[in-house]
């Protein structure tokens, strides 16, 4: 791929001069925007004109409709699906965010004069239904890989005609192991075709990715500016790990907030933390991937009608989604890496609404939060609840060898690295190495501590 470094000057202007038909005007007009989103000035006209594009953006700054808005008037225009045909594709890494994209489309094509057939297939729920619908084709088709491929391998659909591809949350996608599943999908892809993907990070795969899929596209970067950044008040309250849930329950009490999304590392703390705020009388629920897509739909549906206040998610619900004006977010565990640690609070302050950000840091966790702080280039001021103050005291972890390391089993291995960002992810205390003389070597006994 000859990759052009087309940075594109990224200005605002209103939507009527980025080449938007009328339907399309009134539909942004109906949702009250006012003015295009720098990402949507910039990859509007671009996908209109049939570009590549390569783009990244922050978390809520209107990504969606950026791809979709164009994807629409395109498809509008284009000749309509027949036989087992998709016109456009679009794939994403969750069945949440699916659903979710598929009604920005849906959304954004309500007033075309001729409706268009837009459908999603994620797995979780029965193929029949999905095989059926598919059947004369459709103009849209928002997918998870392995459904996908699943539908193709049942013969329900077939790629050869797909015009507009475009990858959602690429380096997501990747994470989560669909590298292979991908390499499928886009060998039965038509070699002629328009691709654009949308990364938040560029790893190298991500890179790799592009190279394979793009062809001189328009790389778009959305600067830094305060414009462009989530307005996050980003929190940092220490408290000890078995007190999380009540300081949690005391947080939402008193700060009157309309929902509050919360997550947690593993699937019992979803359910276990849920279940004693439902105890306490607040409407909680919980949001994982053991749960049923039902259930895991309404969950989320319920948290954007008000029906339930607070929402205990595991990472599942840390990219993409978009509760429309969530006041905060709570890391009630810490994320596991710095990257997901933007994804959990990007679900607040979305939209150019004001949001907060709290994360819960005990004996276990100082170490890791400061290194992600770190990684953010970050100091946040450490608060104490009254009546919540810590009682136990920070682990500390030697990071080297007090004699400088460099013998060798007296470094970390790796398998001790894996096993400290666990057991910080889930706010147990770090098992500490500590380094005696030589050649005794004693791992800590790992007490109590986690939910
Ligand atoms: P996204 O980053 O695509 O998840 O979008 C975040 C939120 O911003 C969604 O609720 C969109 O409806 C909203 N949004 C998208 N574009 C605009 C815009 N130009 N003006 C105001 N809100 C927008």
């Given at each position: 791929m000859a990759l052009r470094e087309n940075r594109a000057n990224v200005t605002c202007m209103s939507?009527?001069?980025?080449?938007?038909?009328e339907p399309l005007q009134r539909a942004v007009a109906a949702w009250h925007y006012e003015e295009p989103t720098p990402i949507q000035a910039a990859a509007i006209p671009a996908i209109l004109r049939g570009a590549d594009v390569w783009a990244s953006a922050q978390t809520g700054s209107g990504k969606t409709a950026a791809f979709a808005l164009p994807l629409v008037q395109k498809l509008a225009a284009a000749r309509r699906p027949h036989g087992r045909y998709v016109s456009a594709l679009i794939l994403v890494p969750t069945r949440e965010l699916a659903t979710q994209v598929v009604e920005a489309v849906r959304r954004y094509a309500r007033y075309l004069p001729q409706p268009l057939k837009t459908l999603v297939a994620v797995g979780g729920l029965s193929?029949?239904?999905?095989?059926?619908?598919?059947?004369g084709g459709?103009?849209?088709?928002?997918?998870?890989?392995?459904?996908?491929?699943d539908l193709i391998d049942h013969n329900a659909l077939s790629l050869a005609e797909v015009s507009v591809l475009v990858l959602d949350e690429a380096d997501r996608l990747l994470d989560l192991g669909f590298k292979a599943e991908l390499d499928r999908i886009v060998g039965l892809l038509p070699a002629r075709r328009q691709s654009l993907l949308f990364s938040a990070t560029f790893p190298?795969?991500?890179?790799?990715?592009?190279?394979a899929l793009?062809?001189?596209?328009?790389?778009?970067?959305?600067?830094?500016?305060?414009?462009?950044?989530?307005?996050?008040?980003?929190?940092?309250?220490?408290?000890?790990?078995?007190?999380r849930t009540q300081l949690l329950r005391h947080?939402?009490?008193?700060?009157?907030?309309?929902?509050?999304?919360?997550?947690?590392?593993?699937?019992?703390t979803c359910e276990h933390v849920a279940e004693k705020l439902v105890r306490a009388g607040i409407a909680a629920a919980a949001l994982h991937g053991e749960l049923s897509q039902g259930a895991r739909t309404q969950a989320l549906a319920d948290l954007k009608a008000g029906k339930v206040k607070v929402l205990i998610a595991t990472d599942l619900a840390a990219r993409g989604i978009d509760i429309p004006k969530l006041p905060a977010v709570v890391n009630y565990d810490l994320p596991r890496s710095a990257v997901d640690y933007t994804h959990r609070i990007g679900r607040t302050g979305r939209a150019g609404e004001a949001g907060v950000a709290i994360s819960f840091v005990s004996a276990g966790t100082h170490a890791h939060f400061r290194l992600i702080e770190k990684l953010h280039s970050l100091t946040l001021e450490r608060e104490q609840i009254a009546g919540f103050e810590p009682r136990e005291t920070e682990v500390v972890t030697p990071l080297v060898a007090p004699d400088g390391g460099g013998i060798k089993g007296r470094r970390k291995s790796k398998k001790d690295k894996i096993r400290e960002v666990a057991a910080r992810a889930v706010g147990e205390p770090v098992p500490v190495r500590v380094v005696p003389p030589r050649p005794a070597r004693v791992v800590s006994p790992?007490?109590?501590g986690g939910f």
């Open positions: 939507f009527l001069s980025l080449g938007l038909t193929i029949n239904p999905q095989m059926l619908a598919l059947g459709a103009d849209l088709l928002v997918a998870t890989p392995g459904r996908l491929l190298p795969e991500v890179q790799t990715l592009a190279a793009l062809r001189d596209p328009l790389r778009i970067e959305t600067p830094d500016t305060a414009e462009n950044t989530p307005e996050i008040l980003q929190r940092v309250i220490e408290v000890d790990a078995p007190r947080l939402v009490e008193t700060n009157g907030w309309s929902g509050v999304l919360v997550f947690v590392a593993t699937k019992y790992r007490t109590g």
